[in-house]
DNA sequence: AATTCGGGGCA
DNA sequence: TGCCCAGAATT
């Protein structure tokens, strides 16, 4: 079914040379580099899932500083943990971290595991991050499979298999084990990210000053451009949503805390509820055709009747907020009387301005902050 | 095997 | 806009 692998040991040898070469000389600089401590190491991999180098690096800052040790992840307070991944998305690698971090402290002496399969049995710790743990902090023969080094074997080997299929990855598991420093793992892997991060790149791959050029099947038959061969993903699924503001008499707003499981679990954003398509079509449409910067009221406007919901409620502005697999668009309206509304649901709370930073936002409530605060300024 | 998890960088 | 990113867990 799938090609064999017809390089001679000389051939492997010469190549593993030439991008371990490559890499001594132009691998970048960054922090988790600065040693192979496997809790650095880990806490890179993790953070550095579907997430560029550049949004990494001041999270993983001041994620080392705040929990300097497994034993300080693993003891960690929960509101802090969260904290120090606000922002940076899939909250659930964190979680998983630190249940890893206890496991580890009570099943491994508090240090990182050195064989593959303890290292694997790790919450959160998958195929990939498993096998960078382990070639760089263990020098353990392992490949590192993720999207940069899929893209470099596509070309490298002109293979045509659909990277977004699960299967996929075990062709790659093959030719990278195959072909990749038994004396080097760790450089090696590191040397294949570097070369897909700013080398081997999606679009416009610069071939010329590729250390691994000669050994490449798709520059030497020049169809480059057809690898690596992907399915395209689906459309984010559009949401719709109003969002309340509401004030009480003493000047605190109301927050919502989002159950323990979905999307942004346990995270605290403005009450919303979700609305048809054709109420939100209604408002924003009319949001659209007025000024706004001194807010609208619905009322004025006879609406009264037909937008069901957001009557009464000055509207603030629209927030919307791509994530991968939905699109969320949010009115967000104020409560245009300074209403005395009380609430007694246990997941909810009064909370002033100025407290707020002690909250766990994600990106759609900041934007929605960040509304109110512009109108409360005007 | 398909879906569900965020958010930003960049043409 | 659409694609990609040092993916893993869940269903």
Redesign the pocket.
């Known amino acids: 079914m799938s090609k064999e692998i017809t390089w001679t040991q000389e051939k492997k040898t010469s190549f593993q040379e030439d991008l371990l070469t490559w890499y001594r000389l132009e691998k970048?600089d960054?922090p988790?580099?600065e040693s192979t401590d496997p809790y650095r190491v880990w806490v890179?991999?993790i953070m550095?899932?579907?997430?560029?180098?550049?949004?990494v690096i001041p999270y993983f800052n001041r994620f080392m500083e705040w929990f300097p040790t497994i034993e300080a992840l693993a003891n960690a307070n929960e509101d802090k943990l969260l904290k120090a991944w606000e922002?940076?998305?899939?909250?659930?690698r964190v979680r998983?971290m630190q249940h890893a971090a206890k496991e580890i402290v009570k099943t491994f002496d508090g240090k990182m595991p050195n064989k593959i399969e303890d290292i694997l049995s790790l919450?959160?710790?998958?195929?990939?991050?498993?096998g960078?743990i382990g070639s760089i902090a263990f020098s353990l023969p392992e490949p590192?499979i993720?999207?940069?080094v899929m893209?470099v074997y596509s070309r490298l080997f002109c293979l045509a298999d659909d990277i977004a299929?699960?299967?996929t990855r075990k062709v790659f598991d093959r030719y990278v084990r195959d072909t990749m420093s038994q004396s080097e793992p760790g450089d090696f892997n590191?040397a294949l990210?570097?070369l897909?991060?700013t080398i081997c790149t999606?679009?416009k791959p610069s071939c010329e000053t590729c250390p691994i050029q000669a050994y490449c099947e798709a520059k030497k038959t020049n169809t480059i451009s057809k690898y690596p061969v992907?399915k395209?993903?689906?459309?984010a699924k559009p949401l719709y949503y109003v969002a309340d503001i509401l004030q009480n008499d003493t000047g605190a707003f109301l927050l919502e805390k989002r159950p323990s499981?979905?999307?942004?679990?346990d995270m605290w954003t403005f009450p919303m509820r979700e609305v048809t398509k054709k109420d939100y079509d209604r408002f924003s449409q009319i949001y659209d055709s007025h000024d706004v910067s001194t807010g609208m009221v619905a009322e004025q406007l006879n609406l009264y009747d037909e937008v069901e919901n957001i009557k009464d409620k000055n509207l603030l502005g629209i927030v919307t907020?791509?994530?991968?697999?939905r699109k969320w668009h949010i009115l967000v309206v104020q409560d245009k009387l300074n209403g005395l509304k009380d609430t007694h649901l246990t997941n909810q709370k009064w909370v002033y301005l100025d407290e707020f930073p002690q909250y766990v936002f994600?990106?759609?409530q900041q934007k929605m902050v960040e509304l109110l605060k512009k109108s409360m300024n005007n």
Request: charged share 25%.
């Open positions: 970048r960054l988790w580099r890179s991999e550095l899932q579907q997430t560029q180098v550049v949004t922002g940076l998305g899939y909250y659930s998983n919450k959160g710790v998958g195929p990939y991050t498993g960078a590192a993720d999207g940069n893209r299929l699960p299967k590191q990210m570097d897909g991060a999606p679009t992907k395209k993903k689906e459309k499981d979905g999307l942004l679990a907020h791509i994530f991968s697999h994600p990106k759609p």
